[in-house]
């Protein structure tokens, strides 16, 4: 896995073939699914030519192909504060390790080289799968925020999950043992769970 800055003309057409048939997977994000190529690009160059939230797409190693998005936002460098969101997922980057090194990967680079004292991640809270993850990832359930949004005419509780720079030693070192080859037998699959590897 590989990120990247996100560049719409660079990514754009291994982006919008990935969603083909995924309209399902826009469903908690605040825009998509997109009518078209153009409609898609249009959004894609808006959304790469933001310093916050901050753009990354993520390529697969193995194919040099896009598979998805996510980004770093609401970043507040006087407290320390940023937030992993507006993660799209392509179904062939969905439950791989690949997209879990990603996250990995945006989480050393907020610690580790910005210096952050709290990392954030925010989702619907009728968004079960990404609650998962989050939970899955470490962070830790903070409450949620009644009628916090409107997303598509709809309304959004926001559940809130952190962690912060006291929990991220033992994150990462979880994350690192997760990522090693031999933590995974011939078929791919994981012989330990990053919540077993924390301990």
Known sequence: ???????????????????????????????????????????????????????????????????????????????????????WLSPALQRTRQATEAIFVLARYAFDELGNRRLEWKCDAANTPSRRAAERFGFVFEGVFRQHRMIKGRNRDTAWYSITDGEWPSRRAAFEAWLMPENFDAGGKQRRSLAELRG
């Open 1 to 87: 896995m590989i990120l990247e800055p996100l560049e719409a003309e660079v990514h754009g057409d291994d982006l919008f073939a990935a969603a083909q048939g995924a309209d399902e997977s826009w469903y908690y994000l605040p825009y998509g699914p997109f009518a078209g190529r153009t409609d898609f690009g249009a959004w894609l160059a808006q959304h790469a030519a933001t310093a916050d939230p901050m753009a990354f797409a993520i390529i697969d190693r193995e194919t040099g192909t896009a598979r998805g998005i996510a980004t770093l936002m609401s970043i507040v460098p006087e407290h320390g504060v940023i937030e992993i969101g507006h993660i």
